[in-house]
């Protein structure tokens, strides 16, 4: 199972939209996949260290390093193909990288 993690300001909307957007995804292509939303102010260090992938609506200062593979997702929003294939390629390029 690939954990990912979405994460949006208000961690009410986008995130969630992005979060059902890529488990579906990438169910289509094959892959068992579970992803949480959640706020960009609540994440720590400790929550990012049980994902696979962090894919926020854009990249970031949480004041840490992030240490697993980070997509930005907000062009899946947009929900026009031609931006949001680019970013279920390269979630799916990393869960291939990671042998799970």
């Not at 890529?22 to 579970?34: C, L, Q, T």
């Not at 959640?38 to 992030?66: H, L, Q, R, W």
Request: charged letters at 25%; a negative charge; aromatic letters at 6%.
């Amino acid at each position: 199972m690939i954990k990912i993690l979405a994460a949006c300001g208000a961690g009410v909307n986008s995130s969630h939209q992005i979060k059902n957007a890529i488990e579906e995804e990438m169910r289509n292509r094959g892959y068992e996949v579970h992803a949480d939303a959640v706020m960009i102010k609540d994440i720590t260090e400790d929550m990012v260290a049980k994902y696979d992938i962090f894919a926020p609506i854009s990249a970031p200062n949480c004041g840490f390093e992030i240490s697993i593979p980070i997509v930005e997702a907000g062009p899946i929003l947009y929900r026009m193909p031609v931006m949001s294939q680019p970013v279920f390629d390269e979630v799916e390029r990393i869960i291939k990288t990671l042998n799970k």
